[in-house]
């Protein structure tokens, strides 16, 4: 990344005397279109974090917020581009949270802890993953589940009662 502009954006000034918290920096990248940051670390999702005024936020709803519009309570700022750090307002959208829950899921990159049940295709696919010799910590990870849930469907499917079983 040596020969890419990188680009600034300031983070507003308060009116309260604190620091305004370190500018963000960005490079663009060209086939995506993402503005990648490079001055700030991502949080355990890989989301930027920033502070704003003392207070610590995440850069994407704080971008979108300062560009954009603001958020209502009860919505979320995606990422379109499913990039975490990307910082380009023009690649988010609002959404609930079973949007992104969904979304998320779609694209495979959900923390699945708390998806609590899978429909009697996705028990389905998870057999036939099984039975391609993939481990209980990879299902676990790949449906969302306990690793002890993934026992439950495999038996389940063996003594052909899947349908009945519930997670
Ligand atoms: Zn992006």
Avoid at 121 to 148: F, H, N, P, Q, W
Wanted: glycine content about 8%.
């Amino acid at each position: 990344m040596q020969n890419k502009t990188l680009y600034t954006i300031e983070i507003e000034r308060c009116t309260m005397g604190r620091s305004r918290g370190k500018s963000l920096q960005y490079y663009i990248d060209e086939k995506t279109g993402c503005y990648e940051c490079v001055s700030h670390a991502g949080n355990e999702k890989g989301y930027i974090q920033i502070t704003v005024n003392g207070k610590h936020r995440t850069a994407h709803k704080y971008l979108y917020e300062r560009f954009i519009a603001k958020v209502p309570e009860n919505l979320k700022v995606m990422h379109i581009c499913d990039n975490p750090r990307c910082l380009n307002v023009n690649h988010y959208t609002i959404g609930t949270t079973g949007d992104n829950n969904d979304d998320a899921y779609k694209k495979g990159r959900r923390d699945q802890k708390n998806r609590k049940f899978l429909t009697d295709d996705e028990k389905l696919a998870l057999c036939e993953d099984k039975k391609a010799k993939m481990t209980r910590v990879k299902l676990a990870k790949k449906y969302g589940i306990g690793i002890s849930t993934v026992g439950d469907i495999w038996k389940a499917y063996k003594e052909g009662k899947l349908q009945s079983v519930s997670v």
